[in-house]
């Protein structure tokens, strides 16, 4: 499937995904609402213009690995995955309910379209790294992204798996980081100090990008520049804002692991709605 | 009246010793030359588990992770996932001690094709004391749900598990012992994952072991015999999925049963018998093992007497069981 997107459609779609996260977890009465708003621009960009893949065929061969190792954010790639194609719209309400193939953190054997099953941090990191290693003992063409947290950048298995990819120099993997600075406890900076954490990867020997994770045109240039570093993996440090698209979240660690109610969700959907008031007459 | 694939002369003074982890690391060689596929991941670790001569026939498709066994899980997790067949091996306390969570997740609940080995598993590593002696491994691993366990009791029995594990579709433990310890199975001897084998009929007790100890207990039965005591003896080198039906077929016979092995006596092998029995054909049942203490140094024949995982000691506990 590919269908070339403007600027402008993939905004209004990431938006889109937006309403949907807040539909999804006011729906499910739990999960985390900061990390998955501020990753939409990220996971828009790569359902609908950065990844090669077919959302009628999951487990195409040749198709571009998406791994994602802070798994809470999974409703934000549900939303990308419905819209994309991969099942229906409708299935995104069963989230977090019993029998559903919306498992609360990603199943691997209940969802197709899913590389593997994550929520432990630090775990999907290595997967990805050996799914990029699998890769180029096979001679294959794809390449394999990793969407990871900054939080866990502080489990210590992340940095096995950086410090195994710079060894191998797995130039078919690029992980997008992203860089929201808080965690469950506070801001990472005060839990436990990430910076300088440029410098940290490219101690590692990794390439690394600096980007605004939440302007959709720098996410997909630095995707596909990052596909063209040819000695490294590439490590895209996005900064987002956690809870972005809603303002009274916007910022607030309080809404890593926290769901809208009713009222807030409404507030929240009228403010993506009318895009923070700039669209007037939106009626309820 | 004893298996008779078993060694002719099982007790001779002249009865080979190789260590049961040459056997694994010849099932590679022969694993990886049927199946292109199949690949060997190490963590600085490659001589002692007899990786070598894997990395040495097919070195394109083997992994050195170096000291990161959390990432070597990981690793394979995904390796697996891409189709291939992953083997990992460290110490048994390190794998699946320290990368538990990691084979919980990324292979478990994945569902990935991954074999762990845990190497050095028992107190019978010997000098390198307690840190490296596996005595829990067992309990880590059968607790988790798409997991396999297996114990080969001899060398010959290693290379046929994992030839068995290569060809299995899912994540299986392989516990592998250090020390040379006797081989008194053959090419002949029957090994099916999921099938205990009854390596010496009986009436009067059922010993079920698992691991070099099997030997143990074929040589307890032999001196019992020359008490009159006829003791069934029992190779459950599958804990997970456990065969029931032979342990409870066997002690609706004989009617009481010992097992013994190199683990901590909670959560292994006897657990698992124990967890059959108590639920379909409640006996008196004594679990030999070690005795919720850690190792130590020592030399390894020295630690398996101190702790009473010998024949001596089995004799001592029939006896005791059938007064």
């Given amino acids: ?284 | 009246m004893y298996n008779s694939s078993l060694l002719k002369n099982l007790f001779g003074k002249n009865i080979k010793q190789i260590p049961i982890r040459n056997g694994y690391g010849e099932g590679l060689v022969e694993a990886g030359k049927k199946d292109s596929n199949l690949v060997v991941l190490c963590a600085d670790l490659t001589d002692s588990t007899r990786s070598r001569g894997f990395k040495d026939k097919f070195p394109q498709r083997f992994i050195e992770v170096g000291v990161a066994e959390q990432n070597m899980a990981g690793l394979a997790a995904g390796l697996a996932l891409e189709g291939k067949i992953a083997f990992c091996s460290s110490y048994a306390v390190f794998n699946p001690g320290r990368n538990w969570e990691q084979i919980r997740i990324s292979v478990c609940y994945n569902q990935a094709n991954v074999k762990i080995a845990g190497h050095h598993a028992g107190i019978s590593v010997g000098p390198d004391g307690a840190t490296h002696q596996g005595l829990e491994d067992i309990a880590l691993t059968r607790c988790l749900p798409n997991m396999t366990v297996l114990v080969p009791g001899d060398y010959m029995e290693a290379k046929k598990a994992t030839l068995a594990a290569a060809k299995f579709k899912g994540p299986v433990y392989l516990r592998l012992a250090r020390e040379k310890t006797p081989v008194f199975t053959s090419l002949k001897t029957n090994f099916k994952i999921g099938k205990a084998e009854i390596f010496k009929t009986g009436k009067d007790i059922t010993i079920i072991a698992c691991g070099p100890l099997v030997y143990e207990a074929l040589k307890a039965a032999n001196e019992l015999e020359k008490e009159k005591l006829d003791a069934e003896v029992i190779n459950c080198h599958t804990i997970k999925p456990i065969d029931k039906k032979t342990i409870i077929d066997s002690t609706k016979k004989t009617g009481k049963v010992i097992t013994i092995e190199e683990h901590q006596v909670h959560g292994g092998l006897g657990s698992a018998v124990a967890e059959v029995l108590s639920q379909n054909n409640p006996v008196p049942m004594k679990i030999m093992g070690m005795p919720d203490k850690f190792g130590e140094s020592g030399q390894p024949q020295e630690l398996l007497d101190k702790y009473g995982l010998n024949s001596v000691q089995i004799i001592k506990e029939v006896k005791n069981l059938l007064k």
């Fill in chain 1, 1 to 284: 499937m590919k269908k070339n997107y403007t600027l402008k459609q993939l905004e209004r779609l990431a938006n889109t995904i937006r309403q949907d996260v807040i539909k999804m977890l006011l729906e499910a009465g739990s999960g985390h609402s900061a990390g998955p708003l501020g990753l939409a621009d990220v996971f828009t960009a790569l359902y609908f213009k950065v990844l090669k893949h077919n959302p009628k065929k999951p487990n195409w061969e040749q198709r571009d690995r998406l791994c994602l190792s802070c798994g809470h954010v999974v409703p934000v790639r549900y939303a990308a995955m419905a819209r994309a194609g991969y099942f229906p719209l409708s299935e995104l309400k069963t989230l977090r309910k019993l029998n559903s193939r919306l498992q609360g953190h990603p199943s691997y054997l209940d969802l197709p379209g899913l590389e593997h099953s994550s929520g432990p941090l630090g775990q999907g990191s290595s997967v990805a790294v050996g799914k990029a290693l699998a890769a180029k003992i096979n001679g294959q063409k794809h390449y394999v992204f990793c969407v990871c947290s900054d939080g866990e950048q502080q489990e210590g298995q992340f940095w096995e798996a950086v410090m195994f990819a710079g060894k191998h120099q797995l130039n078919n993997l690029v992980f997008i980081l992203d860089r929201n600075n808080i965690q469950i406890d506070g801001y990472t900076e005060e839990v436990m100090p990430l910076e300088p954490l440029k410098e940290k990867y490219e101690a590692f020997n990794w390439h690394v990008l600096e980007i605004d994770g939440n302007n959709l045109e720098q996410v997909i240039d630095a995707c596909q520049y990052a596909k063209t570093v040819y000695e490294k993996p590439t490590m895209i440090i996005a900064h987002t804002i956690p809870g972005k698209g809603v303002d009274f979240m916007e910022s607030d660690f309080k809404w890593h692991g926290n769901p809208p109610n009713e009222k807030q969700a409404r507030k929240a959907l009228h403010e993506l709605r009318t895009l923070r008031g700039q669209i007037v007459g939106e009626h309820e």
